[in-house]
T-cell receptor
């Protein structure tokens, strides 16, 4: 039972444009959400997070939006850069230390 | 954040042998560490929660006798894959939970295990 889903396995965006990565979850007990970036053969790197009491959090080029009623969150990257090309995972926590990860979306930013 | 290292970065072993993977928290005393496994093109699957000074907590479906976890100090957790088989070949990643910073985990670089 996949509690955190990323339905788009891949996304291709032109440099300078906006990248939007989506994530859906099923467990209403999740109250904290995170995005991680991962390169092949490396561990994930923390990008940005959001608490369920907020609907938006921004950090530089990265913004995460949370729609609790729809159980949906998204990561916006603008402007996209070639160095952003990686696999992006969303993750959720239900007020415990454990994180449940989504299936990942491979982002490719081309010139 | 926290800086986490893993050793080795990659290992090849023969079927039936055991392999130990180390996870070190270099700048943070971690009472809790996590071990994940990632198969190619799949998500990170939590295997177990490693607690300093006590037994690890394993996720459903993970054999605790096959994946031995020891968290003897606040900076070191080890995962031993016993009697490894080719199906154990995977990418193993550990993470540190930095309590008080809203559930963020900081990950090591991972260990690629190949069992022949």
């Amino acid at each position: 039972d996949q509690q955190v889903k990323q339905n788009s396995p891949s996304l291709s965006v032109q440099e300078g444009r906006i990248s939007i990565l989506n994530c859906d979850y099923t467990n209403s007990m999740f109250d904290y959400f995170l995005w991680y970036k991962k390169y092949p053969a490396e561990g994930p790197t923390f990008l940005i997070s959001i608490s369920s009491i907020k609907d938006k959090n921004e950090d530089g080029r990265f913004t995460v939006f949370l729609n609790k009623s729809a159980k949906h969150l998204s990561l916006h990257i603008v402007p996209s850069q070639p160095g952003d090309s990686a696999v992006y995972f969303c993750a959720a926590s239900d007020n415990t230390d454990k994180l449940i990860f989504g299936t990942g979306t491979r982002l490719q930013v081309f010139p | 954040g926290a800086v986490v290292s893993q050793h080795p970065s990659w290992v090849i072993c023969k079927s039936g042998t055991s392999v130990k993977i180390e996870c070190r928290s270099l700048d943070f005393q971690a009472t809790t560490m996590f071990w994940y496994r990632q198969f190619p093109k799949q998500s990170l699957m939590l295997m177990a929660t490693s607690n300093e000074g006590s037994k690890a907590t394993y996720e459903q479906g993970v054999e605790k006798d096959k994946f031995l976890i020891n968290h003897a100090s606040l900076t070191l957790s080890t995962l031993t894959v016993t009697s490894a088989h080719p199906e154990d070949s995977s990418f193993y990643i550990c993470s540190v939970s930095v309590t008080g910073t809203s559930y963020e985990q900081y990950f090591g670089p991972g260990t690629r295990l190949t069992v022949t």
